[in-house]
């Protein structure tokens, strides 16, 4: 199964973790998830949008980073994930 | 019922009406204890404790001096457990991580406990509810207030001393495990019907001492009070952080511009790795201008002391050492002069070291849109600190300046509303953040000093929006309505209510 990682377990910041899956998973674990729940979700949601998946796990483990840090660290994710052979 | 800053407090209590309304008040003051014929002297702290016929529902006080390194809260506590005494009321200075008092509470052998900062697992207990009785928080002059005036009134004080000698005077200054100053414990150690010291170095002389004999009943000889190392917790270093040195570079230019930094200036951080930096801007500032500052107070690090070396600063006002370097200064300087608890920031002290503050540097969990700060919990309700010295220096320091990034962690600094009222806005000047600096309007006399200035100056109001278009707006959290505590005015009025977490 192809995975792809980026991001840190820094303070700001977020490791994003994705696999092939035949649906969508997201799953997100957040040191600010009772304040930003909604938020951070739909960043995880439009940012696949744009990138034209519909069907991969993704697992946040999110040390309260911003929409356009998460965003970062999802794309790259997903380019590591499709790199592998 | 509300006080003046619309927070409900509970029935019976004295609402705060303001910063100033002390001036009105006396000072009360309870005879100082009478003093003992002879000291006793214990090689265990059993015998000593059993002696002590400590009942049910008395009130035993504590230093925090030895800070994450004490073992003399812990060793206390044990005997607590082990000759099952009941609500017990508990009134250390400050709760470490590292002190163990959470079965205590469950156990309902702690009923009530009153402290100045608290964090950790004793913290987590009492605010998830635990705790049977009250949380009542001082800021540290506050503490001295309410011991010297009867309202914490202290049945036994275990003071834990580095060094006594064969009189019963005890030092912080000397032993294996020296921890400088003892400010804390001054007035436990004049006002508690008994004091006990308990040391591990026991000597012939001592060549100075802040704990006279005359009010001591017990010293008890234990192996060790603890490890002071441990007395260095969080950062001593300034910060290498570009967003920290940012803020501080931009505080240190406000200062200028301010015109704060002249001969004989005084100034306070704390010592986090940002007021550090602040301090250091502040330093290369007066070295560059020959400017020599009367003196520093605090909290001391080892960084005041390069200052007071370089002859930066004439004196160091010390109410407790934070790390080594600032204990062995103590020990060898006499320019670096130890101070009680009271004499830094009692309200009601003839003056008190905070009120000859020109400048105070200080943090913020939140602020809100009035300038008024929360250093006691964070948003979501969990209690990770409290006032400390904070809303005494910034009541008596002429700029009382809250630096601090707009958000950490996304959670944004300002807020239309602050969890918990620690210091009022009132007596806060300005913020610094890295976006921006916002001025108190009510400081009009800065706003039209700043006039010209490349600062980037900006409403409270817009920093907040600032943050929202960055970050998001969180969630607001409901606070439950359940009452564990109660934050005290330096003046002993009822500044806000702590609630039970989730």
Redesign the interface.
């Known amino acids: 199964m192809k995975i792809g990682i980026a991001g840190s377990l820094e ?2 910041d977020v490791l994003v973790t994705v696999r092939e899956c035949e649906k969508l998973v997201i799953d997100i674990h957040s ?2 998830d ?6 951070i979700e739909k960043v995880v949601r439009d940012t696949l949008q744009e990138l034209g998946i519909e069907n991969v796990e993704v697992r946040l483990q999110d ?5 356009y840090t998460i965003r970062a660290r999802l794309i790259t994710a997903i380019q590591r994930m499709e790199a592998q052979p | 019922m509300n006080n003046s800053l619309g927070r409900e407090i509970f029935a019976n209590s004295r609402p705060f009406v303001s910063a100033n309304a002390f001036l009105k008040e006396k000072r009360r003051l309870i005879p100082e204890k009478p003093t003992s014929a002879t000291v006793r002297f214990y090689d265990d702290l059993e015998t000593a404790f059993r002696d002590l016929a400590i009942k049910d529902g008395m009130t035993l006080s504590f230093h925090h001096h030895l800070r994450s390194g004490d073992n003399v809260l812990n060793m206390v506590a044990s005997l607590i457990a082990k000759y099952a005494i009941k609500d017990l009321h508990l009134a250390p200075s400050s709760i470490f991580p590292e002190y163990k008092l959470s079965d205590l509470i469950l156990n309902h052998q702690i009923r009530n406990i009153t402290t100045n900062y608290l964090n950790g697992p004793v913290a987590k207990t009492i605010a998830g509810g635990q705790l049977q009785g009250t949380l009542l928080m001082h800021t540290h002059g506050g503490r001295a207030r309410a011991i010297e005036s009867g309202d914490l009134a202290i049945d036994v004080a275990f003071l834990a001393c580095p060094a006594v000698d064969r009189q019963g005077n005890g030092s912080g200054a000397f032993g294996i495990n020296a921890c400088g100053t003892l400010g804390y414990a001054e007035s436990d150690l004049k006002y508690a019907k008994k004091v006990v010291l308990v040391t591990d170095t026991l000597v012939d002389e001592l060549s100075m001492w802040q704990f006279d004999h005359k009010y001591v009943d017990m010293v008890v000889k234990v192996p060790s009070i603890g490890d002071a190392g441990g007395i260095v917790s969080g950062t001593t270093r300034i910060t290498r952080d570009p967003i920290g040195l940012k803020i501080a570079q931009d505080t240190a230019e406000l200062v200028r511009e301010l015109g704060v930094i002249k001969n004989g200036f005084s100034m306070q951080t704390g010592a986090g790795g940002t007021s550090l930096a602040v301090a250091d801007a502040i330093g290369k500032i007066m070295q560059t201008q020959n400017i020599t500052g009367a003196f520093a107070s605090g909290g001391i690090t080892g960084y005041f002391v390069e200052m007071l070396g370089k002859g930066l600063f004439q004196k160091l006002y010390d109410v407790q050492c934070f790390d080594l370097a600032a204990v062995e200064s103590f020990r060898t300087n006499p320019a670096h002069i130890a101070i009680s608890a009271s004499k830094y920031g009692n309200p009601f002290e003839t003056s008190p070291v905070v009120d000859d503050l020109d400048l105070v540097i200080l943090g913020a969990a939140e602020v809100d849109l009035s300038f008024n700060v929360n250093v006691t919990t964070d948003s979501f309700g969990n209690i990770i600190g409290g006032s400390g010295g904070h809303a005494d220096t910034a009541h008596g320091a002429k700029l009382a300046i809250i630096t601090s990034t707009l958000a950490k962690a996304r959670i944004p600094l300002i807020k239309s509303e602050v969890r918990t009222i620690t210091t009022p806005g009132s007596d806060i000047d300005a913020i610094v953040t890295e976006r921006g600096i916002a001025i108190n309007p009510n400081r009009g006399d800065l706003l039209e000093r700043l006039k010209g200035t490349s600062l980037k100056i900006m409403r409270i109001e817009e920093l907040m929006d600032l943050q929202h278009r960055l970050g998001g707006i969180p969630k607001e959290l409901p606070k439950t309505n359940a009452a564990v505590g109660y934050v005290e005015y330096r003046d002993g009025t009822i500044i806000d209510t702590i609630y039970r977490t989730g």
């Open positions: 303070s700001n040191i600010v009772l304040l930003f729940h909604d938020q040390k309260g980073a911003l929409d």
